[in-house]
């Protein structure tokens, strides 16, 4: 079928201004006439567009584990991958494409094609195509495709072969299965329509919207400078089209002495039914061959489907009449089983700042033994000694090391209802158990300065000013260690204690948002 555009010529412009005379009228201006063809445009209904799964790709997931793309085959040079396909690689002389491998059956259609054209240079080559053909055009010196093709190629030329400096640009080209393509003027003797789009190097993909509507084919471009996906420019537009009325849909590339990578992330395809046509349904659309095949393969489907269920209840008789759906687990379930494992992650925890504040109590009771011990000691040997400390001194250090213990106990009882809660309970509750908890780690951290600038004032009183301090011998403890330094060293260790359990239950808190 032969391509052929509408065209208006001088002549043509010439006569009309003089009808336009003869009536006494002057001729529209231009933006008038873009505004009443925009009305006439907007007034006639829009076409039922329905998507064709069978002539379209997309990623993710866009290839088989065979490396084949459902309904699509590749020829060439030409890689598909799971996100897109690569037409042809960035080295000299490559060639590939990809054509459907069903003829369309509906008249009017629209195609989305989603690429990326992108080369190390300033200037690429050659280009990619898109074509609707009568047939599939899978090798050849036009773009990776075959020449002499009956339909019509949207062409991205990257090259400029006759020397003009009018490259890169988008050229429609029609063909009735006669012609060769003119390589050496990029088909500018040739083309139907063209326009000039700079499409390599874009940051964002290129988009191309090719529609064939009424005997009219329309193309739109978006050039891939905004993530806007509908950011479309018109490019060209070819009245009086005569195309088959049924092709292929494919696209292809090659490469020259300068190479580009060319890449397509998607090819979709609307099938278009004028307004007040009946749609026709998918039915309608398969032959009575091919249905009589899927029938005669679904009824032997069907059988062995019965057959192996048949198999399965008799070596499971005790599963009989549970539905399938008790084998898998459900939303909920998976959100009841996060909540229980995280639950026991909290638990675990727990159980292990218990284990430490047991170790710190331990350490309390043997600092409070041989602090007794040590007091006892001295009131015994030298009485009545000046710099002596004071029985209510000693007092006070007693009482303060029972209430530190008295702390720690609490403390210790508090951690173990928090357990409690946690392993039975398992609700959401424990905010004033927490809130608790740093309550006492407060007081026990207060009453731990109070104790070390009680005993580091008693230390000064009774140590002369010529004499450095000594540490007691003390029989239970096999190495020489100041109460300074241990009144530090559990201070410090109490307030990393302190930060942690903190650190912990803002973890805890935000690990409980995502349940």
Known sequence: MAARAQRRGPAAAALLVGALLALGRPPPARGQAAAAAEGGSAAAASPHRRFEYKYSFKGPHLVQADGTVPFWAHTGNAIPSADQIRI???LKSQRGSVWTKNKSLFEYWEIEVTFRVTGRGRIGADGLAIWFTEEQGLEG??????????GVGVFFDSFDNDGKKNNPSVIVVGNNGRLLYDHQNDGSTQ?????QRDFRNKPYPVRAKITYYLKTLTVL???GFTPDKEDYEFCARVEDMILPSQGYFGISAATGGLADDHDVLSFLTFQLTEPGKEVPTSDAEIPQKDKEKYQEEFEQFQQELDKKKEEFQKEHPDVQGQPADDFFETVGDRELRQIFEGQNRIHLEIKQLNRQLDMILDEQRRYVSAVTDEIAKRGAGVPDHQGQISQQEIDTVVKTQEEVLRQVN??????SDMLSLVSGAQ?????????????HFNDIKEHLHVVKRDIEHLVQRNMPSNEKSKCPDLPPFPSCLSTVHFLIFVAVQTVLFIGYIMYRSQQEAAAKKFF
């Open 88 to 90: 042809t690689t960035s």
């Open 141 to 150: 010196p036009v773009f990776g495709a075959a020449d002499k093709w009956n």
């Open 221 to 223: 471009i978006n050039n």
């Open 191 to 195: 083309a139907l329509a063209s326009c």
């Open 410 to 415: 609490e403390m210790r009882s508090s951690v």
């Open 427 to 439: 609700h959401p509750g424990s905010a004033a158990g927490v809130y608790e908890t740093t309550q």
